[in-house]
């Protein structure tokens, strides 16, 4: 990623990052609200999450991974490693929440962050500057700042094979034409 | 898919399928719309199609493929097999368009569609109805019903993916975590 203009199908620039993660809290909240609750509390099986949990997911990255990591590289580089992400922490989200009360808090804390990174006033040379990740080791700001934006899309490329999940017999023939029924997910969940 | 109130966890039936259907152009308008052009227009190398494209398709599927396909079920069975879905019918309807202007059309002919739907009045008995597709063969009015949904989310997954794909190198070592960048597709395109 490049602080300025990228030309046209170029390095994406701070700009395109900042408008996609701008965008991801409407399109869920588009996507999902008000849907019948067998369709966001369904998940595709054991040790797997339904997308109820994947925007709880979301929400526990806003308040601890992005913008928490972002301020340790600017402040400390290499010399502190950042907190292991912890991927069970969405639990503390869900408790006695409807999924319309975490599309909205996931909103307001991405709003917040979004604000805080304009804040940040980052500078062209602070792109390239170094923190320690506690498994990936030396990573930089500007991989940091992509990664946030690609993993809001790895999460609605999930959410989007959840939703697809209980079709799978349904569809009948037409399965071999749906690409989204052949995912198995690439990671985990 | 079955035709009333399927059990939590069980088969979709009519009411999940129509609620996915009707959140779709909102969600593509949330994710697409004032994104930089850069971001809309950007495909995925030769012969891949770009966001703006694949919501082109999608309008063409309105136009051409789920009603008038359930109609041919409801009127002929499988005594008059579909018109074959042209695949590069999108390029009649991106002419002089902007993106603004295909995602409201879109979600024009989909509520216009879901009318249709609803209007069919479709009984029980009918889900179960064949008709002729012309490469799969004997398929049911439910069956179809269920891919008209299904299609919309491997759509919806193609665009995370088309919109993740500029970020390849920028992420790093981050790209082992996140799935979208694993995705080739599973199916053309």
Known sequence: MVAGNGPDGGEP???DTVALL???PGALDALL????????????GENTW???????HLIHGERTDWIPRAKIVLQFGESRAFEPFDREGLAREVEGKSLGQLLEEFARLRSENLDELRA???KPEDFGRRGRHPALGVVTLSQLLAT??????????QISRIL???YREAVGPWSAYLGVLQCEGHSSP
């Open 13 to 15: 620039d701070l700009e």
């Open 22 to 24: 701008g965008r991801t």
């Open 33 to 44: 609200r008000g849907l019948p609750e067998a369709c966001t509390s369904r998940n595709e």
């Open 50 to 56: 339904s997308a109820f949990e994947v925007v709880a």
């Open 120 to 122: 940040l006033n980052l």
């Open 148 to 157: 946030w934006a690609v993993h809001d899309l790895t999460h609605l490329h």
């Open 164 to 166: 697809a999940h209980p």
